[in-house]
């Protein structure tokens, strides 16, 4: 990964690092960041620790089960060929970043932002280890914190469940006191597909791998965010 990297130019490296948010695959490959990455792709949290997990980490993602973790790190299930396993339940950007490959996700969620909704800060992350709802699995919990609205992460599109990320956004907004919620949340959808039609812009002029790679998640992302219609009270 830091090889196919190393191909595009550095100052381009260093947007895609700082603008886009396409994480350290792009940064200098010091031996230490390589050992990082290394360790970070084979491990998973296990009862609040991250652990590596030997043998079952040469699992490959797909169209297979979650890893089960109540007794350790196990995966069971029946499979016509290949063993799959389903790494996680980020979006596609969230699956480049971790692993470095580009695959079709059923979620988007939005890049992390910093705005405003009515007088208070609003700030979405994309930090999906924080605490979720038991109602829906993907309602966040809410901090205020120095006048600001914080959102550990925001679902902007699902191909399952099209009509559930707008009325997620207003429920959080109207169950914390605002009013007037409802351009913020057109706007925080407009400047995530600037966000990924400026990646494909700047990676147009290259025919390498690794753009390939990127260019094909963006294209993921903004398929999957436009699976956002309606609203779906809950």
């Given at each position: 990964?830091?090889?196919?990297a190393?191909?595009?130019?550095?100052?381009?490296?260093?947007?895609l690092v700082?603008?886009y948010?396409?994480?350290?695959?792009?940064?200098?490959?010091?031996?230490?960041?390589?050992?990082k990455?290394?360790f970070?792709?084979?491990?998973?949290?296990y009862?609040?620790?991250?652990?590596?997990?030997?043998?079952?980490?040469?699992?490959n993602?797909?169209?297979?089960?979650?890893?089960?973790?109540?007794d350790?790190?196990?995966l069971?299930?029946t499979?016509?060929?290949?063993v799959?396993?389903?790494?996680?339940?980020?979006?596609?950007?969230?699956?480049?970043?971790s692993?470095?490959?580009?695959?079709?996700?059923?979620?988007a969620?939005?890049?992390?932002?910093?705005?405003?909704i009515?007088?208070?800060?609003?700030?979405?992350?994309?930090?999906?280890?924080?605490?979720?709802t038991?109602?829906?699995?993907?309602?966040p919990?809410?901090?205020e914190?120095e006048g600001?609205?914080?959102?550990?992460f925001?679902?902007l599109?699902?191909?399952?469940?099209?009509?559930?990320?707008?009325?997620?956004?207003y429920?959080?907004?109207?169950?914390?006191?605002y009013?007037?919620?409802?351009?913020?949340?057109d706007?925080?959808?407009?400047l995530?597909r600037?966000h990924?039609?400026?990646l494909l812009?700047?990676?147009?002029p290259?025919?390498?791998p690794?753009a390939?790679?990127l260019?094909?998640?963006?294209?993921?992302q903004?398929?999957t965010?436009s699976?956002?219609i309606?609203?779906?009270e809950?």
């Open positions: 990964m830091f090889e196919m190393g191909a595009i130019p550095e100052e381009v490296r260093h947007i700082t603008q948010g396409c994480g350290t695959w792009f940064a200098e490959p010091t031996n230490e960041l390589i050992q990455r290394f970070e792709t084979r491990t998973i949290k009862r609040g620790k991250s652990v590596v997990m030997p043998l079952i980490e040469l699992v993602h797909g169209n297979g089960p979650e890893y089960d973790l109540n350790g790190v196990s069971y299930g499979f016509a060929g290949e799959f396993v389903q790494y996680s339940y980020g979006d596609c950007f969230d699956y480049f970043r692993w470095g490959f580009a695959t079709q996700r059923p979620v969620f939005s890049v992390g932002l910093e705005g405003t009515g007088n208070a800060r609003l700030q979405i992350h994309q930090d999906f280890t924080g605490c979720v038991s109602e829906r699995s993907w309602i919990d809410v901090y914190k600001a609205v914080l959102l550990p925001l679902l599109g699902s191909t399952q469940f099209a009509r559930l990320p707008r009325n997620i956004f429920r959080l907004m109207r169950d914390a006191g009013k007037g919620f409802e351009e913020t949340f706007m925080v959808r407009h995530n600037l990924f039609i400026g812009d700047t990676l147009e290259f025919d390498l690794i390939r790679t260019r094909a998640m963006a294209r993921y903004l398929r965010m699976f956002c309606g609203v779906r809950i």
